[in-house]
T-cell receptor, first 114, second 115 residues
Framework: NAGVTQTPKFQVLKTGQSMTLQCAQD?????MYWYRQDPGMGLRLIYYSASEGTTDKGEVPNGYNVSRLNKREFSLRLESAAPSQTSVYFCASSEALRSLETQYFGPGTRLLVL | AQSVTQPDIHITVSEGASLELRCNYSYGATPYLFWYVQSPGQGLQLLLK??????LVQGIKGFEAEFKRSQSSFNLRKPSVHWSDAAEYFCAVGAYGGATNKLIFGTGTLLAVQP
């Protein structure tokens, strides 16, 4: 099992450009998440998907959109990138949307917006 | 509102020495508590979690953590640190019995291990 995979690993964008971060999991998990990690701020939840066909906003959703393409895949889109979106983005998944469930994380995407 | 505080931003210990990383949480009911580790350039990996029962929880890689309700703490310990333990450690809290799995993470403690 690969677990949670993310592409790309690194990306440099110019302000105003758009891009999609891809995430896939092969653990047959129902729930998936997108976080961003910034120095001194820990991880903050951007969006999550309880199950296929549903998505909800997290703590910091502004400037992002998501798509739960199927049970395996959950993508994050930046329509018009801004320097404030420079961060490391992590995708995670869990069996279900319950607080006791372990979340499994991908290796991250490092994004620099100039 | 739920919150997690990791008061130590950076800790350095010698290889073979004991380790304790502090975590304090704020939550109105019994929380679910987690410790994750992030090695350089990697994603987060679960070390251990607590949601009920014995307040001393054993995890992977020789780590343990103790839930102390009276102190609102969930400190991570290891009796003898190895050089491979150098990483960033995150404490997280989840809502008890909640329908959503919105983990709240602390800001992390970066552990350096001296030879």
């Amino acid at each position: 099992n690969a677990g949670v995979t993310q592409t790309p690993k690194f990306q440099v964008l110019k302000t105003g450009q758009s891009m999609t971060l891809q995430c896939a999991q092969d653990m047959n998990h129902n729930s998936m998440y997108w976080y961003r990690q910034d120095p001194g701020m820990g991880l903050r939840l951007i969006y999550y998907s309880a199950s296929e066909g549903t998505t909800d906003k997290g703590e910091v959703p502004n400037g992002y959109n998501v798509s739960r393409l199927n049970k395996r895949e959950f993508s994050l889109r930046l329509e018009s990138a801004a320097p404030s979106q420079t961060s490391v983005y992590f995708c995670a998944s869990s069996e279900a949307l319950r607080s006791l469930e372990t979340q499994y994380f991908g290796p991250g995407t490092r994004l620099l917006v100039l | 509102a739920q919150s997690v505080t990791q008061p130590d931003i950076h800790i350095t210990v010698s290889e073979g020495a004991s380790l304790e990383l502090r975590c304090n949480y704020s939550y109105g009911a019994t929380p679910y508590l987690f410790w994750y580790v992030q090695s350089p350039g990697q994603g987060l990996q679960l070390l251990l979690k607590y949601f009920s029962g014995d307040t001393l929880v054993q995890g992977i890689k020789g780590f343990e953590a103790e839930f102390k309700r009276s102190q609102s703490s969930f400190n991570l310990r290891k009796p003898s640190v190895h050089w491979s333990d150098a990483a960033e450690y995150f404490c997280a809290v989840g809502a008890y019995g909640g329908a959503t799995n919105k983990l709240i993470f602390g800001t992390g403690t970066l552990l350096a291990v001296q030879p």
